[in-house]
């Protein structure tokens, strides 16, 4: 519940983006003039212990070690103010590492520290048709099945964008318009990272994403385009994408006892191979990605789905196209598995099938076990296409209202195609954490 709150002065930050000057004195000039105030802050902490032996991905023993383990913290602070149709978020992270012990695999994936993720105003307009609200700043945005577009769950930071949202009603349909910047984590050297360094993020305008986001009266239809756009400057060194993406997600009922979800994206535009200052040549890209899922709630809380998964993939960097599909800002824990340490498969030339049950019977605890077998849809050349089975588990246990407990882990007994590099054996995975929320 929102409460009375007469100050906002410990919810605005000294610094910010850098369009937060005239976003705040709009922010404080509509203060003034508001007849009430209410305000909310919550947040969470959450901390995490991951062990992986036997990396997923072939690699040497002079790039990494056979086993790593690694522990992880997240501090989520988020506050709102509201006052006549105007409300104001602000929302503060700090995630660090420890015990990681200079890994190579460590990004700005997992360390941003003390940063604030969100600081945007929002105006909703009171009407019931036509422009619903305005939202301009710094957002974590979800859309849809969050393959394209999402803030982290599983990982230890979240997506930002610096920008403008336009949400509005036509013939009973939610569209949202957007224009981003999307925001770069820094620090991003490996030291500073590994030292759990900080420095501001920024966005920059050679980099954008920009489009609409759409869903049907029933919430069965979910349609999005993106149009995506960087080039290179003196401070970012890019692939010169130039990509068009569009997201048809479609979910039905079959005999009013089972459920089926077909979500089918498709790719086009330009690119180059990688972000070299001396890699000149364009090339066209030919993307894709499905997937599908069919599942059934089955009495004792207890709901099985089987999935299917078939993302185009490239192997062969030499000719003039681009094959692999590229998933913008979108997360993939919840189709391939853990993040982070663990370094689940990306979304790009990957054909997959499996099955996954989720359990809920027992009063406060949640139980997902899932099995997929995995292949390469272009593999390397003389490579076996054959990647392997891996079967995944997790436990949550709702302690407490604001504290629950976790453990999972995951084994990839790796096929032919994966029997490569130094750790040729199965990757073994492991990890227990607490969440507490306020």
């Known amino acids: 519940m929102l409460k009375k709150y007469k100050r906002l002065t410990s919810l605005l930050y000294s610094r910010k983006l850098s369009f937060s000057a ?18 909310d802050i919550s947040g969470s902490y959450r901390l995490r212990y991951e062990t992986l032996h036997n990396p997923i991905f072939p690699t040497t023993r002079d790039e990494r070690d056979k086993s790593n383990e690694r522990i992880s913290s997240q501090l989520l602070v988020k506050g709102q103010v509201a006052w006549n149709n105007f409300q104001v978020t602000a929302e503060l992270a700090d995630s660090r590492v420890f015990l990681d012990d200079n890994d190579p695999t460590l990004t700005s994936s997992q360390v941003n520290t003390l940063e604030p993720i969100q600081f945007f105003m929002r105006y909703t307009l009171p009407r019931n048709g036509g422009l619903k609200a305005v939202s301009i700043g710094r957002m974590t945005i979800d859309h849809g099945s969050r393959r394209l577009l999402a803030q982290a769950v599983y990982r230890n930071t979240k997506n930002s964008f610096d920008g403008v949202l336009l949400d509005w009603v036509w013939n009973k349909w939610d569209i949202r318009g957007f224009y981003l910047l999307p ?6 050297t490996s030291q500073a990272l590994d030292n759990n360094e900080r420095a501001f993020d920024k966005s920059v305008s050679e980099r954008k994403i920009f489009g609409l986001y759409s ?28 990509l068009f993406t569009l997201s048809v997600d479609y979910t039905w009922s079959i005999a009013n006892t089972w459920k089926a979800n077909v979500e089918v994206i498709g790719q086009t535009g330009t690119s180059h191979e990688t972000t070299s200052a001396t890699d000149l040549t364009e090339k066209e890209v030919r993307g894709f990605m499905m997937h599908g899922a069919i599942e059934k709630q089955l009495k004792l809380g207890t709901l099985l789905r089987a999935e299917l998964d ?11 196209t681009i094959t692999n599909f590229d998933s913008l800002y979108g997360v993939r824990r919840f189709d391939f598995g853990p993040t982070d340490v663990y370094q689940a498969m990306p979304r790009r030339n990957l054909v997959a099938i499996g099955a996954r049950s989720v359990n809920t019977a027992f009063d406060h605890h949640n139980l997902m076990v899932s099995y997929k077998a995995m292949w390469y849809e272009e593999a390397p050349e003389s490579v076996d296409s054959f990647i392997g089975n891996q079967i995944e588990f997790r436990w949550r246990w709702q302690v407490k209202p604001n504290l629950r407990l976790a453990l999972g882990g995951a084994y990839l007994k790796k096929g032919k195609g994966f029997e490569r590099g130094d750790y040729s054996g199965d990757s073994r995975f492991l990890f227990t954490g607490a969440r507490y929320t306020f």
Do not use: C, H, M
Not at 22 to 39: R, W
């Open 215 to 242: 869903t049907s009266p029933d919430d069965n239809v979910k349609l999005q385009s993106y149009w995506f756009k960087e080039d290179d400057s003196a401070r970012l060194s890019t692939k010169n994408r130039d």
């Open 183 to 188: 925001v770069s984590r820094n620090p991003s």
């Open 22 to 39: 005239p976003l705040l004195f709009i922010v404080v000039s509509a203060v003034a003039n508001a007849s009430s105030i209410e305000y």
């Open 310 to 320: 078939y993302i185009s993939g490239d192997n062969d960097a030499s000719d003039d």
